[in-house]
T-cell receptor, first 115, second 114 residues
């Protein structure tokens, strides 16, 4: 079975400060991990993914995420937040050894960047 | 490619009426997904298709919901009869067959049932 948790419903950060949106996962084997972003009144957009290799993954809009196998985490980070980063962020996981090709999405974390 | 196309973008209907939501996936994609998003329940997978065949419809809430994919370029999600609790944003997404493939989401249909 595969599952993902986003422990924070909302994250508040001041513009220019670093931001972190947390994600933890549970899989039987090794994971594929994804981050998506949803801006108001839009569909989800892909940000980045981890398949294998380097634990630090870089994605769109200056975002990056660090895969930590021992902590089963895949936190999303950005060194300097912008007001335009305010959106809903979803983490998703797919178990490489599972029978389903379908990822499981978290409940989402609302990121609010204050000017 | 124009991306995943959904229509209508907004739908307001009265309780008891039939509602049909439409989706055109990205050309060449093997998988098509229907999701529902609400504040209370977040993002829920309703059903998905692989090569036009429904694979898992366990997320479909009730028999009032049905989905079809008559060909590789078109899918519908139908609610009959509609109820106020069906009010939500419905997303269609498509992806390639690889396990680490990205899902590409449409803009969604905002459904309001009064």
């Amino acid at each position: 079975a595969q599952s993902v948790a986003q422990p924070e419903d909302q994250v508040n950060v001041a513009e220019g400060n670093p931001l972190t949106v947390k994600c933890t996962y549970s899989v039987s084997g090794n994971p594929y991990l994804f981050w998506y972003v949803q801006y108001p009144n839009r569909g989800l957009q892909f940000l980045l993914k981890y398949i294998t290799g380097d634990n630090l993954v870089k994605g769109s809009y200056g975002f990056e995420a660090e895969f930590n196998k021992s902590q089963t985490s895949f936190h999303l980070k950005k060194p300097s937040a912008l007001v335009s980063d305010s959106a809903l962020y979803f983490c998703a996981v797919r178990d490489m050894s599972g029978g389903s090709y379908i990822p499981t999405f978290g409940r989402g974390t609302s990121l609010i960047v204050h000017p | 490619d124009a991306g995943v196309i959904q229509s209508p973008r907004h739908e307001v209907t009265e309780m008891g009426q039939e509602v049909t939501l439409r989706c055109k996936p990205i050309s060449g994609h093997d998988y098509l997904f229907w999701y529902r998003q609400t504040m209370m329940r977040g993002l829920e997978l309703l059903i998905y298709f692989n090569n036009n065949v429904p694979i898992d419809d366990s997320g479909m809430p009730e028999d009032r919901f049905s989905a079809k994919m008559p060909n590789a370029s078109f899918s519908t999600l139908k609610i009959q009869p509609s109820e106020p609790r069906d009010s939500a944003v419905y997303f269609c997404a498509s992806s390639l067959v690889q396990g680490h493939s990205v899902q590409y989401f449409g803009p969604g249909t905002r459904l309001t049932v009064t």
